[in-house]
Nanobody, 123 residues
Framework: QVPLVESGGGLVQTGGSLRLSCTAS????????MGWFRQAPGKEREFVAA????????YYADSVKGRFAISRNNAENMLWLQMNSLKPDDAAVYYC????????????????WGQGTQVTVSS
């Protein structure tokens, strides 16, 4: 198992920035591709960003390209999502997740999920 805990959410004004963190437990973090997903009230969970095991590849939803950046440090078992130029449409609960492989832009590829952290963007 890969227990995951997100942090860093909060309230920010439109145009502001937040940095989400995800802390993983255990010694197998580097075996997993990692992703960020988000879910707004009344909407389905959607893909935000993903990163391969050794950070060789990153993937982003079109809606966040150029504004968000995903990164990881396998030695520290840490995953981050830097979010800039935030918009009201970015408001959601953000989840980090771990995938053993496959189509990591799909939530079905992920086996382990954190509890989520709330991001609120005021207009």
């Amino acid at each position: 198992q890969v227990p995951l805990v997100e942090s860093g959410g909060g309230l920010v004004q439109t145009g502001g920035s937040l940095r989400l963190s995800c802390t993983a437990s255990g010694r197998t973090f580097s075996n997993y591709s990692m992703g960020w997903f988000r879910q707004a009230p009344g909407k389905e969970r959607e893909f935000v960003a993903a990163i391969s095991r050794i950070s060789r590849s990153t993937y982003y939803a079109d809606s966040v390209k150029g504004r968000f950046a995903i990164s990881r440090n396998n030695a520290e078992n840490m995953l981050w999502l830097q979010m800039n130029s935030l918009k009201p449409d970015d408001a959601a609960v953000y989840y980090c997740a771990a995938s053993p492989g496959g189509r990591i832009m799909s939530s079905r590829a992920y086996d382990y999920w954190g509890q989520g952290t709330q991001v609120t963007v005021s207009s």
